[in-house]
């Protein structure tokens, strides 16, 4: 068999379903670009018939990133997978990625039909894609709930109609490694063709954390393609974290046997990328990229790590791209010198990008000592999250402390470059904030998430605030990295209101979103 397995990125559909609107066009690119860097061999970049922002972006990635297959994900009809088709007909290699309910649950439940009638419908949307691309993959949704001669009969009649993959999504979470490492074995000796003229992929979510050993356990029976999500991001409680899959394959080729062609340097750009754009935090115990990965807590495991690192380490955190953090650049730095340092670190800059993040570096330079890698970072995050601006924020103080009011005094400016003040009272300054600013722009929203992180250790850490807001169900992430944490906060939810004003209109309804 092959020794080769490929990775097929979702963070753009799947994992973007559960961010919500949360990403721009631009974001989506940046992303996608990112992914090509990590040398993913498919992007699943949207489900065009979605909505027009979706269209949109699987139509501009597609365009502009050359290298990987750009997947559209399309429902079992013609509508969809003509509007796939079209979003991907400037795609250097496309794939249409069909899907339709298998199991008795979806299939009585859902689509209210009879099994026969929904291979015919699987039969009729196949044969439809191979008009668009030669590469067209079939996913029976809910597989591993589904009846495992049936599956195996609508496997059949997919591979008879011309899908060159066939995914086998384990939707909600359910099953467990053994069991379904033993129904890809099953499948392979139904339809002989699995697992040689068409490849097997597997797609795990995470409901029951066992979607990594899923997907491992599948590898070993002979699956040849993983789905999953940067960070495990998803649907519910997430995909399988395709980082996670990446490194055990590459740690343990001992015992898989199998390896893929991703550039491991890249995970933690990536998942840093992934995760200041979505607005989903990393935890800090997350395997593999989290900040505590390498991190040695225990007297003995730190005096063994510093005798050798392999006596408590199994991954070398070079391999996953985990930047040094020690000083790197000073306030006398200049462009040239921050210019080279942000290139090691993979960010590519324009003149005039360059200029902005020099000017951030110089403030932080002058408030911190030491600027490390995980700083500049950071200071990326602020130029990434960037969006036009209706309002920026030109001064915040707040009064707080033991037996004060929280007050604070906010003063934006507009477009048009003039400024608006107020000042309000909260039930703690950040609350304080929040309502002066509110005051000025008078657009009602919800916070619905807030978190705080320092990016680095000490005293003079920069703190990350990300921050989700909502409006008729429709979430907004929004970001902001400072010294002082007030203004950090003041920035995220700015970066968030300004997204609201932006993209209101084009978010797609919760309703028209699929899940496979
Ligand atoms: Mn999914």
């Known amino acids: 068999m092959e020794d080769r397995v490929l990775i097929f990125d979702t963070t753009l559909r799947d994992g973007e379903q559960s961010a919500g609107a949360g990403m721009t066009v631009d974001e989506k690119v940046e992303i996608a670009r990112q992914l090509e860097r990590l040398n993913v061999d498919i992007i699943e970049a949207g489900f065009p018939v979605s909505s027009p922002g979706d269209f949109e972006a699987v139509q501009t990635i597609a365009r502009e990133v050359r290298k990987p297959i750009i997947a559209a994900l399309a429902h079992a009809n013609e509508a969809a997978v003509d509007r796939a088709g079209e979003a991907l007909k400037d795609a250097a290699h496309p794939r249409i990625h069909i899907f339709i309910s298998s199991s008795d649950q979806h299939i009585q439940h859902q689509l209210r039909k009879n099994r026969e009638e929904v291979v015919e419908i699987a039969v009729k949307a196949v044969s439809r894609a191979r008009q668009y691309t030669d590469d067209v993959e079939f996913s029976p949704m809910d597989s591993s709930r589904t009846e495992r001669e049936f599956l195996a009969h609508m496997v059949r009649a997919a591979v008879d109609a011309g899908a060159t993959t066939i995914n086998i999504p384990d939707t909600v979470g359910y099953a ?54 940067i960070n495990g991001i998803g649907e519910r409680a997430g995909n399988t974290a395709v980082e996670e899959v990446i490194m055990a394959l590459r740690t343990r080729g001992d015992y898989f046997g199998v390896d893929t062609e991703i550039d491991t340097k890249q995970l933690y750009n990536t998942s840093r990328l992934v995760s200041q754009v979505s607005g989903f935090p990393v935890q800090p115990n997350k395997a593999v990229i989290g900040r505590n990965a390498f991190r040695h807590a225990s007297g003995i495991h730190q005096d063994g790590v510093l005798k050798e690192r392999t006596t408590y380490e199994i991954l070398n955190p070079l391999d996953v791209g985990v930047p040094r953090s020690e000083l790197v650049l000073g306030k006398l730095s200049g462009r040239h010198g921050l ?107 919800e916070l619905t998430e807030f978190s705080v992180n320092s990016v680095t250790e000490g005293i003079d850490a920069i703190g990350e605030v990300s921050i989700r807001i909502e409006q008729d169900g429709k979430p907004y992430i929004g970001r902001g990295a400072d010294t002082d944490i007030i203004v950090a906060c003041a920035q995220a939810y700015m970066n968030a209101l300004n997204r609201l004003i932006a993209m209101g209109d084009t978010s797609r309804s919760p309703e028209a979103a699929g899940a496979v």
């Open 339 to 445: 210019r080279s340092r942000l290139e090691e670190l993979g960010y590519t800059l324009s003149n005039e990008e360059l200029d902005k993040v020099h000017e951030s570096f110089k403030e932080l330079a002058d408030k911190k000592r030491e600027v490390t890698d995980r700083d500049l970072i950071a200071l990326m995050g602020n130029e990434r999250t960037a969006i036009e601006e209706t309002y920026s924020l030109e001064h915040v103080q707040v009064t707080c402390g033991t037996g004060e009011i929280p007050t604070a005094t906010v003063q934006l400016s507009l477009e048009d470059g003039s400024l608006r003040t107020d000042a309000a009272t909260g039930t703690g300054p950040v609350d304080a904030v929040y309502q002066a600013i509110n005051r000025i722009v008078g657009v009602p929203n």
């Open 176 to 229: 467990v490694p053994e069991e379904f490492g033993g129904l890809i074995t099953y499948l392979r000796a139904e339809v002989p063709e699995l697992g040689d003229s068409v490849r097997i992929s597997v797609h795990c979510h995470d409901d029951l954390g066992m979607s990594v050993a899923n997907s491992l356990s599948a590898v070993k029976a002979g699956a040849r393609q993983v789905e999953g999500c």
